[in-house]
């Protein structure tokens, strides 16, 4: 199982990224996914999700700026971020976990790939 992230980058506040998590050796039908954020020296927190039958849940913080969606043809779940600000500046990383329940508890996720890194400068 693997599951590899990409889409970071460098961009002004307002601009927007999309982040992709391509999923090998693990099915949509069976798993849950997971993009977690990371600022050195913090915790890292849950800042989208979507379950197997596609319910999502976000972060207060990233609600109405950043969509989750999967596309099964191509196995990649998507994180698409808009109105990016300097806050959201951090690691990334996306998870794959079974079940549905308390998808933001990171110990439940099983699978995790590298992270990607986004900046956004002010």
């Known amino acids: 199982v693997q599951l590899q992230a990409s889409g970071g980058g460098l961009v002004q506040a307002g601009g927007s990224l999309r982040l992709s998590c391509a999923a090998s050796?693990?099915?949509?039908?069976?798993?849950?996914i997971g993009w977690f954020r990371q600022v050195p020296g913090k915790a890292r927190e849950a800042v989208a999700c979507?379950?197997?039958?596609?319910?999502?849940y976000y972060a207060d913080s990233v609600k109405g700026r950043f969509t989750i969606s999967k596309d099964r043809t191509k196995n990649t779940v998507y994180l698409q971020m808009n109105s990016l600000t300097p806050e959201d500046t951090a690691v990334y990383y996306c998870?794959?976990?079974?079940?549905?329940?308390?998808?933001?508890?990171?110990?439940?996720?099983?699978?995790w790939g590298h992270g990607t890194l986004v900046t956004v400068s002010s």
């Open positions: 998870a794959g976990r079974t079940g549905s329940h308390r998808l933001t508890n990171e110990r439940d996720y099983t699978k």
């Open positions: 050796g693990l099915s949509f039908d069976d798993y849950a």
């Open positions: 979507i379950d197997k039958e596609g319910s999502t």
